[in-house]
């Protein structure tokens, strides 16, 4: 796809879901302090400021960043550019077609003309003139009333990503196509089959579309929802009330799967440099240097390594030590320190959910 300028997309309103505790990037990511609140790329700007930094030339002052309410004000802190106004806060987690579906009632009363783009807090892109010629695009098939997700193109076979199965191309929108349908995290050999394929895509939970298209296929498939948050829309003191008697569903099942089942979704394929950095193992790839077989995430004069390869993150302020470990994972804070395996990094949530059971979640 050719990259074009980063300019102002007419009518276009960003949203940021900035929720999730990131288990997987614990002791750094905690319930407290979650994933986007972070800096993981080095700098300088957490995951979040990097998502307002991506999208601002888009659209101008046009967001609504939708967070929990323990984090609002780090998130106003950090984002402080932005009117007050514009971070909502959702009393309890209902996942995130509740968290969307909010900012797109408020945004369809603001502006009735809009398209809307959803975009995670704590996504990385590398290349953003593709990113920003994929979202145009987008956008140009939103208007036409298409739930338009972007797609992107696997660098390898995946099994933490759920897949975009492409179908015919998109009429009157060169380089979009409708979605034969969503796929679930498949198995490996499921997963080497879609790449060699070549008709398949990585679900990167990015939705472009009218707010009111959105809130009315809500509606199709879970009656009273959509009302629901348009009331909260127009009264914002009845959120507390309301809120928590709203279903707990992801927008992928809430929407886009019955949608795409219905033929109302369409996708644009892009390759970008996306990552969701879901686990160590992937910020140790994405921070990796040529020529440097530790990746060190932090002040590199508090590490030292000896024959060894992996991601070192010093934060206690004493010095780490690494001697003849191959792939090694380790994470130092001031209250709990972490040694793994790139290889094992999914599993770092088990310990997370141990400290929970055994009473001590104030570490997570």
Known sequence: M????????????????????????????????????????GNGRSLLQGTVDRLAPLVDDRMVVVTGAAHREAVVGQIGELPEDAVIAEPSPRDSMAAIGLAAAVIERADPEAVMGSFAADHVIADESAFAAA?????????D?????LGITPTH?????????????????????????????????????????????????????????????????????????????ADRSRLDEVWDQLPRIAIDHAVAEPAAAAGKVAVVPVSMGWDDIGDYNSLATLLATDGEAVTVLGDASAVRAVDSSGLVVPGSGRV????????????????????????????????????????QGGLT
């Open 145 to 149: 009333d298409w739930l338009v997700t």
């Open 320 to 359: 780490v030590a690494v001697v003849g470990l191959d792939d090694v994972v380790v994470v130092d804070t001031p209250d709990a320190l972490l040694v793994t395996t790139r290889a094992r990094a999914q599993d770092v949530k088990q310990i997370v959910t141990a400290l929970q059971e055994d009473g």
């Open 2 to 41: 050719p990259t074009e300028p980063t300019t102002d997309v007419e009518g276009l309103w960003a949203v940021i879901p900035a929720g999730g505790a990131g288990t997987r990037l614990w002791p750094m990511s905690r319930s407290a302090v979650p994933k986007f609140l972070h800096d993981f790329t």
């Open 157 to 233: 076979a995946s099994t933490a990503f759920g897949y975009i199965h492409l179908g015919p191309d998109l009429p009157g929108h060169e380089g979009a196509y409708r979605v034969a349908e969503f796929v679930e995290k498949p198995a490996a050999d499921v997963a080497a089959g879609y790449l060699a394929a070549g008709t398949y895509r990585w679900n990167a939970g990015m939705f472009v579309v009218r707010p009111g298209v959105l809130l009315d296929l809500l509606e199709e498939s879970h009656p009273g929802f959509a009302g629901a948050l348009r009331e909260i829309a």
């Open 135 to 143: 979202v145009r695009l987008a956008a140009d098939a939103a208007r």
